[in-house]
């Protein structure tokens, strides 16, 4: 793997499927695997096969069509959790077990009623008999963000002595700030004996709004997997959001970190969990949500009519957005008015503009959104539409 990809790992199906009421079959759970296939995700965290036979069903069901990634089984440091998953992954071209157990103070003491000692032990033995029926290992240290990072670098050597290919470092309550999470994988990756011989994964989740920069301080400071949903979905707030980090290291190319992602797919893909899911998406969210190319302000849109870099960062086309939309309100100006009456069919003149912004200024005072309709009733009822139509 060159040095600056960051393998994209999609937890949609297991850790974004625990969102209360967000149940998916596994027909509809198979459809999600191949367009994440199609994607470009590199891991698919298809489940947790031990929790359910309909869970089981679901993760060997994508294990037989998914082509190209990665199909991944979670389970507890438990042996029948681990044999479970190895059953259901039978038929995964690439098949990768992920295992592991807590290890911040608090889930030893209070979850495990255990010490750090027997935390590891329990780790070391997980490892080895994933490893008994997978090659490839992935071991989490369960609220690492709250471990201490000596401890941590303890465990995860541990780990890849007894056969761990990726450490996957949790943020798991998303306390971390960007700082902290960056600097917590910098010293693993000065401190852990072997870790050239593992990825190191960031799992980030979103309770402080921070799961996103908290990925990307990880990858800058030596990650190279992002474990992440379509639209961020996830337990409590979330979690890192695919379409989100993709596009920050896409856009910030001096990073000189990349990743395998079809990013023409992602406006496509967002739609299809937020339906299969029932999920609705905030129309602000980044990326994919209804207003992240829309412009309603007239400086914006006077901006963006003008030259699209004005205001946008990024070409709607790349993520699979078809245009940029000039919505048109009480705050719109006269540039956007002539670019959506061009869009329907009138080419105003600057009087005939004047005349017609008036009459749109009335409308809009009484309506939240001037659709193509109100455009032309607007335009109907100015006193220069003679003018207009016989132009």
């Known amino acids: 793997m060159s040095d600056s990809n960051v393998k994209i790992f999609d937890t949609t199906l297991r850790d974004g499927e625990q969102v209360p009421g967000c149940k998916l079959n596994t027909d509809q759970k198979v459809i999600i695997a191949k367009q994440l296939d199609l994607l470009g995700v590199d891991v698919i965290e298809a489940g947790f096969p031990v929790s359910s036979p309909g869970d089981f069903k679901s993760v060997e069901a994508i294990s037989k069509i998914v082509k190209h990634a990665t199909v991944c089984g979670l389970t507890r440091s438990v042996e029948n959790d681990i044999k479970v998953a190895a059953q259901a992954l039978t038929y995964a071209k690439n098949a990768r077990i992920h295992t592991g157990i807590g290890t911040s103070d608090s889930h030893i003491k209070h979850k495990f009623k255990s010490n750090r000692d027997a935390i590891i032990e329990r780790a070391v033995s997980a490892v080895k008999y994933a490893k008994s029926f997978v090659e490839d290992v992935e071991f989490y240290a369960e609220d690492a963000g709250r471990t201490d990072n000596d401890y941590l670098a303890r465990v995860c050597e541990a780990a890849i002595k007894a056969g761990a290919t990726v450490l996957n470092i949790p943020d798991t309550t998303g306390y971390c700030l960007p700082s902290e999470y960056g600097a917590k994988i910098k010293y693993l990756k000065e401190n852990v004996k072997g870790i050239d011989k593992a990825i190191l994964s960031c799992h980030c989740h979103n309770d402080l709004g921070l799961a ?148 749109f200024l009335s409308f809009a005072d009484k309506k939240k959104e001037i659709n193509d309709n109100d455009i032309h009733q607007i335009i109907e009822t100015s006193n220069v539409y003679q003018q207009i139509i016989s132009a």
């Open 212 to 359: 996103t920069a908290n990925s990307i301080e990880g990858v800058i400071n030596g990650a190279r997997q992002i474990e992440c949903t379509i639209n961020g979905i996830g337990e409590r707030a979330g979690n890192t959001a695919l379409e989100e980090v993709v596009m920050v290291l896409k856009q910030h190319p001096y990073l000189n970190l990349d990743t395998n992602i079809n990013t023409s797919m992602l406006y496509g893909m967002s739609q299809l969990v937020s339906d299969s899911m029932g999920i609705y998406t905030q129309p602000n969210k980044a990326i994919v949500g209804a207003n992240a190319f829309a412009h309603s302000s007239g400086i914006h849109q006077d901006g963006v009519i003008k030259n699209r870099e004005t205001y946008e960062i990024i070409d709607p086309k790349d993520v699979g957005v078809t245009e940029s939309a000039i919505v048109l309100t009480a705050r719109s100006g006269r540039a956007a008015l002539a670019y959506r009456a061009k869009h329907v069919g009138y080419e105003l003149t600057k009087i005939q503009l004047d005349e017609v912004y008036a009459n």
